[in-house]
């Protein structure tokens, strides 16, 4: 180049993610006998989604040998003295006459923690922490911390723990957890409404963005000077499974594309609302994602301080054109005709299984 030319302006380095978490296998039990098998971990839901919009990562998964979904799994890890973790789901169809019937999960069996050696060099502008089986060790989010520019974490990552006799899940207060030094050095932590009850948030809050997912009635996002409802999108519920894990690939596409944190989370409300509609992994139309992503840029262009990445300052002010951006993402919603998934796979018919099965673990 010429002395005294302009300099040519450099096209930004692409955004590079990181999800860690490993795939599980899950049978369902109804009544006491065992009736479907399938794939599970939250990494499966939160792949579909960043995949669906466009937004590069790489993932760090442990299996064993024995691990069936093969063509569902992307970069794993196979532990070759390890099972596949394994998650019992137990069911009573005679409970729950208000059509809510609960869960009682157990973990059975469990492969190896990622450790920090197993996440790959570099630095990367996001990272997720979205462990379901304890896979999730404090010094692997350490490590995360200081690779990536910003971490969100799900909250079951850090507060599962699981009975040493029949593998029961049940959970603990974060203080107890091991984790609670680490929330001052983390950007995002959600939370389900149940599992929010196991954290302080007001006192998280001071440190990180903490958003608590409420199913058909949206989320909330909490934060040191504030916070907001989000409102949430009509949806026939089929499954929910995944749903919290669809809403938090959501939310992280959104911020990467450069969105607030409120039109982010509207993100994540529609893709939660999406995955409750459909069993198991959902799928999504080309034309709703192709949709989705005008109307993302759209919303960028009305609202002129939007983020101009994830690496940004959050921006928790609720943008201008917010409630119009929701009406459009309605509207595109209405317009799809995204397929209800088959049912997972029966056990007493081996020979019919399905390519996304329904998981249960996340």
């Not at 040998?65 to 390890?82: E, G, N, Q």
């Not at 690779?147 to 107890?176: P, S």
């Not at 026939?236 to 607030?260: E, H, K, W, Y």
Request: proline residues 6%.
């Amino acid at each position: 180049m010429a002395r005294g030319s302009p300099k040519q302006s450099q096209p930004p380095a692409p955004t590079r993610g990181l999800v860690a978490g490993n795939y599980c296998h899950d049978v369902l039990f109804r009544d006491g006998a065992a009736v479907a098998e399938s794939l599970g971990g939250a990494v499966s839901f939160i792949s579909a989604v960043l995949d669906g919009l466009s937004v590069p990562f790489d993932s760090v998964s442990k299996v064993g040998p024995d691990f069936k979904y093969s063509t569902a799994a992307r970069c794993s890890i196979v532990a070759p003295d390890c099972v596949t973790t394994l998650f019992h789901a137990y069911f009573d169809s005679g409970s729950g006459e208000s059509g809510h019937v609960d869960r009682v999960l157990k973990r059975v069996g469990s492969c190896d923690p990622i450790a920090p050696s197993d996440l790959p060099g570099g630095k990367f502008n996001f990272g997720m922490a979205v462990g379901v089986g304890g896979e999730i060790l404090v010094e692997t989010l350490e490590k995360m911390i200081e690779m990536c520019d910003v971490v969100f974490v799900d909250i079951q990552a850090l507060i599962r723990v699981f009975d040493g006799v029949d593998g029961t899940v049940r959970l603990v207060e974060l203080k107890e957890s091991g984790f609670y030094h680490l929330l001052p050095r983390i950007g995002f932590i959600k939370a389900s409404s149940e599992e929010a009850a196991y954290m302080d948030v007001e006192e998280v809050r001071n440190w990180c963005c903490v958003v608590v997912t409420n199913g058909k009635d949206g989320c909330t996002l909490y934060w040191k000077d504030g916070e907001m409802k989000i409102e949430p999108f009509v949806a026939s519920q089929v499954d929910p499974t995944g749903a919290g894990d669809s809403f938090l690939g959501g939310l992280v596409a959104g911020l990467v594309q450069g969105l607030t944190v409120p039109d982010a989370a509207l993100l994540g409300n529609l893709f939660g609302s999406l995955t409750v509609g459909q069993v198991g992994l959902p799928k999504f139309e080309l034309r709703l994602l192709q949709g989705v992503k005008d109307e993302v840029e759209r919303q960028k262009m009305q609202c002129m301080h939007c983020l101009n990445g994830i690496n940004d300052e959050p921006k928790f002010l609720e943008p201008a054109g917010h409630d119009q951006f929701h009406a459009s993402l309605s509207a595109l919603k209405l317009q799809s005709k995204y397929p209800i998934h088959d049912c997972p796979r029966e056990l007493s018919s081996p020979g019919e299984g399905t390519e996304h099965p329904r998981p249960l673990s996340a």
